[in-house]
């Protein structure tokens, strides 16, 4: 049962334009989004996360937007650059602080000069 | 401010021999987590420690794994009679106590076990 859903296995994008990273999920009981960062062979690096109970935080060149009704969350990156090329994994949490994450499959997004 | 460690970072074992993978959280940080990651997958929890306590182990194989979190030391995750469908890399992650930061969880660089 995947609860949490990245339909997009990979994604190119030029550099300087913006990267639209998309995430699906279906329990409605997740309280928080996050989204990671992954380079070969290196941990996950959280970029940035969200509450449920807000549709929008951003940081820096990273928006996140939260559609509670549609259950759809999107990361955004403007603009984009080299470094950024890597993998994205949305994840989900069931408890504020300190749970387990329920991640998706990932997204492997290439900038391209 | 040192981050999550993990050891060894890559670890090969014969089917039938048992694998221990070492984590030391963040300074600070008092929640472990274990996630597992086959290829061309996402992360998948498997435990959730404190010191002493496993408080949620619902992501765990039922036989063969076990992990721990001591009083003192570092969070081992102990795999017994290793089979070649345990190849993967092995994730750690720590987070501060319930109540602050984001929800986000600091990840180690992981172990890769191959085992032959």
């Known amino acids: 049962d995947q609860q949490v859903k990245q339909n997009s296995p990979s994604l190119s994008v030029q550099e300087g334009r913006i990267s639209i990273l998309n995430c699906d999920y279906t329990n409605s009981m997740f309280d928080y989004f996050l989204w990671y960062k992954k380079y070969p062979a290196e941990g996950p690096t959280f970029l940035i996360s969200?509450?449920?109970?807000?549709d929008k935080n951003e940081d820096g060149r990273f928006t996140v937007f939260l559609n509670k009704s549609a259950k759809h969350l999107s990361l955004h990156i403007v603009p984009s650059q080299p470094g950024d090329s890597a993998v994205y994994f949305c994840a989900a949490s069931l408890g504020q602080g300190a749970q387990k994450l329920v991640f998706g499959q990932g997204t492997r997004l290439t900038i391209n000069p | 401010n040192a981050g999550v460690m993990q050891n060894p970072r890559h670890l090969v074992r014969r089917r039938g021999q048992e694998a221990r993978l070492r984590c030391s959280p963040m300074?600070?940080?008092?929640?472990v987590y274990w996630y597992r990651q086959l290829p061309e997958e996402g992360l998948k929890f498997m435990v959730y420690l404190q010191k002493e306590n496993i408080i949620d182990e619902s992501g765990m194989p039922k036989e063969r794994f076990s992990a721990e979190f001591p009083k003192e030391g570092p969070s081992i995750l102990r795999i017994q009679q290793v089979v070649r469908g345990d190849s993967a890399a092995y994730f750690c992650?720590?987070?501060?106590?319930w109540g602050r930061g984001k929800g986000e969880q600091y990840f180690g660089p992981g172990t890769r076990l191959t085992v032959t």
């Open positions: 300074k600070g940080h008092s929640h």
């Open positions: 969200i509450s449920s109970i807000k």
């Open positions: 992650a720590s987070s501060p106590a």
